[in-house]
């Protein structure tokens, strides 16, 4: 059995842990402090953008019970008008996603009609390629729509690295970058946090030897080294954050999230905003990787239920911890899928590769409710919903409304911008 | 390294409880010694039971025949743990074998505390030579105090009438009689000599969960072991590992086990020695799932039922019989495993397609009975061919049908549409594919798939594709799912053998595993080089070190001749029982663990030529 | 960085002689086996010392132990993992021959060479192919660039890689020929929209087939084709020769060069590199080049003096190293990859970005730790390594050792009040038991690897 590689990174550890090290500037952590947060942007929102990997399938997510076709297209999938979470007269949420109702109903969730694109691809691989360039076709497009918001908003030498995947599957295309090296968190322990003390960490000594001129290095000489000491002494601040972040989260009464992978990974994406540590972007998938939990060709009722439950429970325990802590209008989470799925079953109890689905937001400051109206179910795009809203609008208006980005330089057109956003 | 009396004086003491010896006469029992709140105690009734063999002249020549044991032997730690031997022997006027049975034969017991608390107690037969070994290291251990400038620390202390020493901070003990106890915290000696001396004292001897332990563990083992899981169960280590796993084949696997050990209050092993086999046997009060529960497919519930006979293969490196019902098992899916992996669906996508939209609960699994069978075994390459670079063992899954006229047909069938769904994917990524034939064997005609042969074969190892021939054959009501048509056909005898001769009635179990530890060597053997480049970039090691590394473990591996697991026995919700068949080493040792140096692979006929 | 004498690139690039102004000492030393192979011993260094810098640069320019022997040995253990679609296994044999070669600057420049062509088994997708790429660049690491470019246009990795496996008549491949020029020679604003045009043309014809590259005569667009203002029916032998021929390929190469060996901080003027440059162009040969490099007053320059950012392979690898000490690598080869730098798979055609890029919170806290782990898991020729043995003598004393690593580590580059007070605390770390002195040392080492000055090499 082949030693995972957070185990590798964990070993050595042992007892002591990064922070029993001493900065390694010769400085203590007070002397090596910077101010809190990084204040340097002129926002600090924050976007959480979530994989469902496989190609949701959007019609049983919110289902147009009203719908006459919807019943005689699924003929064993179909979900009875009683059983669904209303959002409005025609439309509801799954039977197994009663957290989403309510979240709607409340305004911190958005669903967002008919995304896709034209000519869309019906294969997992070149879909998602295309959702994860932004460059739909451009098969050998070399980097992702966020990398290349990395590598744009990092190029400026004084600012942190943006974007981090929080999870344990492989980082996703979106995030492939140029330069920037963007870390994939599996869990805060990675940074060999969790256990711990600060009472460990040893006091420098405070007597300051007289300089021998001749051997050190300048660093008022030397840029690079300049560089470097400024990336650590911040890495060691951002370290020590996080650490008053787990313990602190110990100590007062932590929200309950659900025993799910997907909800302990927002539970470390929570940490992180709450530390803040300058990261704008998290990405985290959903669906185990490879082609992913949501391809659901055969059986598809019981898995997609429990999938749909794990998603709206793990998304409502997310959102209950940023509100007690007065976050959740800097955070805006936005779900996104390769393609939806067919609108008849296959006869296997299952519905194959569509296009067009609806996206979730969710977030303190949406206009909240429906954006869009349902795609029709018999105008159809080689049997799947056909789209209303480009996903690359709803990426521009992230970028540009959100986050303060340049999405013209990031996306390389302009799109106009879908009206989702309280103003902010 | 700088010479350390210190490691020398804590070498010699866990020598003296490794090499455990019956109980003194003129005091009680040692587990009436040990506060009721151990929550493991480990008891060697017997010491010499084990101390024969461990201590015979034979082994000891065997050992040191072997390359692995010689470079261990020759580092400076060992020569300096060898001299103060020598040195104690000279002092005892006796040698160090004859010492171990004379200072531990009459029992070893070591308890636990559950802050981490260690109590040993150790019954020697001759007590002067107890006291005078404790003399000796307490000089040793005076002297070396005074080197490093701590005088005090090696104390001696009276409390009711029983003297305790410490040699320092992490130690203390005191000597009774022919008793010796060491603690890890002075406090838990005079717990220890208050406990004694009280009549209303709550020892382990008298509480109701030990007695039921030991009740099971039954007469005649050599050492027994108890858990208190009553007073684990809150731990979060144990309630994770309790907790159910989200991997659907570790819940298969695991079923019965896991529920027995959330409900129990006690683990009891006991161990056994029957002419060179050692046979360890573990019982808990656990209850077994409820018919309603989830995790009820693992349990037998009618009489006579549960896990069959392995079947008897040539060359056989493994058998796994389990007694699992996958009808419920499946249906149970969203308690037992409730994240929905890529894998998971996967899985559900390529059996929608295989069988046609038949719906997997139902209509596949629901025709299986629970009876199922794993075989792995050595397979023999034909020559015409070539042997592959890696080799794998051929392995098969044997299941039986409820309705095997009706479902047969329909599992052949998905069975070929999977090795053309293989095929269509191979040959997207231009990659050679499968050719699909028909065999018969006896009265049973089978599908095997097969890779053309390479178009040079001869001499040099050929792709490890070649490792595989997957065959299906339904002989009477069983389904046989092989990796090669060769098992194919030697499971299809084995279960022509027992039709005609059925074996013993069995214990009713829901899982046994057995391994044959000669088969298991030959296969490593045969994927040494393999083994040893996997080794080198795993750990850093150096060809020779990684040769010595896994030698080590083929000269292990020849040490064990059978191994044997039953889970789920009647006796109790939790029996569980491993035998494992020994060879020591004699003075004759085995060869050390050379390339091929194992068993040569049986016959299995595997068939190349239509 | 300007540095006066350096003004004059004659003076630039003769043959540096140690004066009382730039001695040749430790620091030196350490300068060049950090950028000529992958750190060194204490023992290497002393000798490097005694040697002077001339000589020390002959022996890693001709390792005097018998490379050709340790290159077949690594071969057969490399070819046993080359097969399937995935590179892990041989990403740890690559690893585990830069720890133990004897000839460090080959391994040095063929990872240089990867980054160049920068080829990634994300779209290869075969252990073998990737493996035969390399072991082509390693065959010319030091030797001809333009025999190593006509061996990366007959390699199948190479089309595979770019998304060339057929180079139709009808679809000539424009990005195949844009990294053709851009990337392997000429260089970003040396050719024209028409020159990518008729590279692309001239490599109609070429498909790969099951892994082999072939040429289909009847897919050739053999039409009159304009490259680089020249007209004629080009052909792939023919581009590959004109490429070379322009100037500016010459120019680009001593430039990565010069990044590599020298400074990744301030690009110097061309005027500066060009009399590299010529010297490139008359031949193509790249070990004189380097040679000219690694002997300059250039290199032995505040100019290059730690101008670089250590890699995460040089910062393991160095580590190691340095040590005398080996690893396990399969899960190093995992670890280097979440720093940044996955062999085998570079992140875009351009390759590694490097320099700054290496660094940003996230990766300098993993390096901590993969400092930690190597430390706690290398091993000596006899067992767990030893930090007393691993600087010294065994009788030097114990508390001299911290002093003796940072000498090692950092060759006194480190700010003395820093340096005293990560020592302290790491004695302090270790001070509770005489035993657990080694992890006290261990505790040392992280620290002073886990410094801004180690970062840069």
Known sequence: MPIRRRDFLKISLGGSTLLALSSPLGESLSQSAEPPAPQRHDRDTVLVLLQLSGGNDGLNTVVPFEDDLYHRSRPTLRLAAQRLHKLDAQLGFHPDAPAFGRLYHEGQLSVLQGVGYPDSDRNHDGAMRDWHTARPGLALCPTGWVGGAIDHVYDAADRDLPAVFVGSTPTPFNLQTEKAVVPAIRSLSDWGLAQSTADARPLPSRKRPARSAAAALPSQTHPLLALAQHITRRAWASAARLEAVVAEGRRANPVEYPPFGLAGTLQTVAQLIRANLGIRIFAAEFGGGGIGGFDTHANQAANHGALLRQLSESIVAFVADLRRDRLLDRVLLVTFSEFGRTVAENGRRGTDHGAAAPLFLVGGKLKGGLIGSHPSLSDLDGGGLKFQTDFRRVYATLLDHWLGFDSLAILGERFEPVDFLESI | MRKNPLISLTLAWSVLAVVPLAQPQDLPPANQWIPEEAVAVIELARPEALLDPLLSQDLARALGALPVWQQRTATPKYREFMAVLGYLEGQLSTDWRTAARKLIGDGVTLALGPQGEILLAVDARDGNLLDQLHQILRGFAVAEAAKQGQADRVTSVEYRGVTGHSFGPKEAHAILGRRLLVANQPKILKYVVDLKDDPQGRHLAASPLYQGAARAAGKGAVATAFVNLQALRDRPGLQQALTAASNPLATLLLAGTREALKTANWLSLGMYLEGGRLILKAATDGQPPAPAQSAAFATPREPGTGALPNLAVPGAIAGLSLYRDLHGFYAAKNVLFPERTSGLIFFENMMGIFFSGLDLTEQVFGETRPEIRLVVAAQRYDPAIGTPAVQWPAFAAILRLRRPAAFGEVVEEAWQKAIGLVNFTQGQQANPGLILDRFAHRDTKGTVAYYRPPAASGQAPIDARYNFRPALARPGDYLILSSTDGLARQLIDALDREQAAPGPARPVTHTLLELEGAQLRAILAANFDHLVRKNMVDKGTTQPQAEAELGMLLTLLDCVGAARLDLGRPSGPLGARLELELKLPTADPPKPAQVNAGAPPPPNTTVAAR | ?457
């Open chain 3, 1 to 457: 960085m300007s540095w006066e004498p350096l003004a004059d690139p004659a003076w630039a690039w003769a043959p540096f002689e140690p004066s009382a102004a730039q001695p040749w000492d430790l620091r030196q030393a350490g300068h060049l086996y950090r950028r000529a192979a992958f750190g060194a011993t204490r023992a290497q260094l002393d000798q490097a010392l005694a040697a002077g810098p001339q000589r020390a640069i002959d022996a890693l320019l001709e390792p005097a132990a018998d490379v050709a022997a340790f290159n077949r040995s690594a071969d057969t253990y490399e070819a046993a993992a080359a097969s399937g679609a995935s590179t892990h296994e041989l990403r740890a044999w690559w690893l585990r021959r830069m720890i133990e070669t004897p000839h460090p600057l080959l391994e040095r420049m063929t990872l240089f060479w990867h980054g160049h062509f920068a080829l990634s088994n994300a779209r290869v997708r075969s252990a073998q192919l990737m493996a035969d790429h390399v072991q082509l660049l390693r065959r010319h690491a030091l030797g001809s660039f333009r025999e190593m470019f006509e061996g990366v246009l007959a390699d199948p990795a190479v089309y595979l890689g770019l998304g060339a496996q057929a180079n139709r008549r009808a679809r000539p491949n424009l990005p195949f020929a844009r990294t053709l020029l851009e990337q392997f020679t000429l260089g970003a604003g040396q050719f024209t929209d028409q020159d990518i045009q008729a590279v692309a043309r001239a490599f109609t014809g070429w498909f790969v087939f099951q892994q082999d590259l072939r040429y289909l005569e009847r897919e050739h667009d053999s039409g009159p084709n304009r490259l680089l203002g020249r007209a004629g029916d080009w052909d792939a032998r023919q581009v590959a020769q004109a490429l070379l021929q322009q100037p500016a390929t010459a120019r680009r190469l001593v430039r990565q060069l010069y990044r590599w060996l020298i400074a990744e901080e301030d690009p110097p003027a061309d005027a500066f590199l060009e009399p590299l440059a010529v010297e490139l162009a008359r031949d193509y040969q790249i070990g004189r080049v380097v040679e000219t490099m690694l002997r300059s007053n250039a290199f032995f320059s505040p100019l290059a003096y730690r101008q670089r950012v250590k890699s995460p392979v040089e910062f393991a690898i160095g580590l190691v190293r340095s040590l005398g000490a080996t690893v396990g690598t399969t899960q190093l080869g995992a670890a280097l990859a979440d720093l940044g730098q996955d062999l085998y798979q570079p992140p875009t055609v351009a390759g590694w970005a490097g320099h700054r890029y290496w660094l940003n919170r996230f990766t300098v806290l993993g390096r901590v730790q993969l400092a930690h782990t190597l430390l706690a898991t290398s091993k000596g020729p006899n067992g767990p390594w030893d930090a007393a043995l691993a600087v010294g003598p065994q009788d030097r004393p114990t508390a001299a050792v911290p002093q003796l690593l940072a000498d090692l580590f950092l060759e006194g580059d480190l700010a003395e009040a820093s340096q005293q007070a990560l020592l302290a605390g790491a004695m302090s770390a270790g001070a509770d038991a005489a035993q657990r002195q080694p992890d006290g040392l261990i505790e040392c080492a992280a620290r002073l690897v886990a410094t801004p000055e180690y970062q840069l090499s």
